[in-house]
């Protein structure tokens, strides 16, 4: 009797050692995937054709942009990893200045970087009919076009999901963060805009596609597709521009090695490193912390094995 019981003891210690040993609790995988993330504390080496207006500002570490209409001037950076599908694009803005006629304009779209031209995804602060408004302007793969602005009842927004809120005008001087959404399931494409130090949202909306958003390869400002008088500027800064996908979910190494035999390598996103600007940046996670599940079932099992041996001594006593 003695001799079995010592066997379940042991045969109860071994369960709980191999709970803890093969199978590690994993530390979880990153809710998002990074296509393009600048923080310009470096130069980004964006392509541009008007160096002299759209520069790279080592002192303040931003990008600098002076848009004019009619000059058909650019500035870009590529991205060659979106295959189509949902995704997050934000940005924060200074405007220190918007003329009357003049609009700054940053987006996602396709090679042309056209505004009458698909894909494209803008998001524009202008300075017009309505005064200092905000919109959300796309034009889809099938050439569709469809906008919104933060002007109430305004009958340029096209489409059933005209804004019909309460105006909202955007401040120069201010920083602002800038968040565009696009649901590849719902087919819906938002905009939101919220103020850089409070986190304040002042306004925010969205239009339907009608279509999958596909085939964007550029973060892009500029004036191309705008005819409006010259000599008249939107100016100020960018930072922090960040193109984000969801991540693909994927196996565990441990799990993964448990069922196939092999190991996945975990794929880590390389994030950059968050600097002081004149405004106070909201960093980026870059480490998840680790579970204390192996601790624990440890613990439990060193507790129950010093019970086993307490109780097969009084047994053999």
Known sequence: MKSRTLVLYLLVITCLLALVSPFPVQAANPSVSVLYQNSFATNPQWITNNP???????????????????TGAYAYATVDNYDGGPFTFEYDVILN?????????LGFSGADMDPAKGPNVLTEFTNAK?????????????N????????????LS???????GPTVKYELNKTYHVTVNYNGDQRVLSMKVNEKTSGKEIWGYYVNTGEDLRGMKRIYLGSIGDYGMMGIYAKGYIDNVRLTIPA????????????TGTTAPLVATPMTTPKPTITQ?????????????????????????GLCYVLFLKRRN
Do not use: C
């Not at 200045?97 to 304009?105: H, K, L, P, Q």
């Not at 569709?144 to 009958?155: A, H, Q, R, Y």
């Not at 960093?283 to 094995?305: E, F, H, Q, R």
């Open 248 to 259: 693909t979910v994927t196996a565990t190494p441990a799990l993964t090695a448990a069922v």
């Open 97 to 105: 200045s918007v003329d009357e006629g003049a609009t700054f304009r």
């Open 281 to 305: 940046l909201t960093p980026y996670p870059t480490t998840t912390p680790a579970s204390p599940l192996m601790g624990i079932t440890a613990v439990a099992a060193l507790g129950v094995t």
């Open 158 to 164: 096209s489409g059933p999901s005209a804004y019909d």
């Open 144 to 155: 569709k076009m469809v906008e919104v602005n933060s002007e109430s009842g305004d009958t």
């Open 130 to 142: 309505f005064g200092q408004i905000m919109w959300l302007h796309l034009v889809t793969p099938g």
């Open 52 to 70: 002299s207006s759209d520069y790279w500002d080592p002192g303040l570490e931003m990008y600098h942009f002076a848009i004019e209409p009619s």
